[in-house]
């Protein structure tokens, strides 16, 4: 009796890893968007940044904290194959945020 109860505990933690594994693998997939993507995030503090989102074709740049997300600026005339030409530029995946950054501030008057 007891080796059928150990036996079916096993049982029951293998079912209940296995169904994990399963519905996680199942749920990454569905988690992406097809309108949106985070271009690039820069770490202010430990629970604060500055992130560049894309939505259809525009681009906003968003403080993100604590106390929620809030919109900085909506950034226009950005070209459509900016962040791309930065990454053949650098060779890998990371965007200069700063030079980006700047392309967008450069008429604003100190």
Do not use: A, C, P
Not at 12 to 41: A, C, N, P, Q
Not at 78 to 101: A, P
Not at 102 to 110: A, D, G
Request: glycine share 8%.
């Amino acid at each position: 009796m007891i080796f059928i109860t150990f036996l079916s505990v096993i049982l029951i933690l293998f079912l209940s890893y296995w169904f994990t594994k399963y519905v996680g693998t199942k749920t990454m997939r569905y988690g992406g968007s097809k309108h949106m993507e985070v271009v690039d995030k820069l770490s202010i503090t430990q629970d604060k940044s500055i992130i560049i989102v894309k939505v259809e074709k525009s681009y906003y740049l968003l403080s993100v904290s604590q106390n929620g997300i809030g919109l900085i600026k909506e950034l226009d005339g950005v070209q459509e194959g900016t962040f791309n030409i930065l990454d053949e530029v650098q060779g890998y995946k990371d965007h200069d945020f700063k030079e980006v950054l700047t392309q967008y501030f450069v008429n604003r008057k100190k």
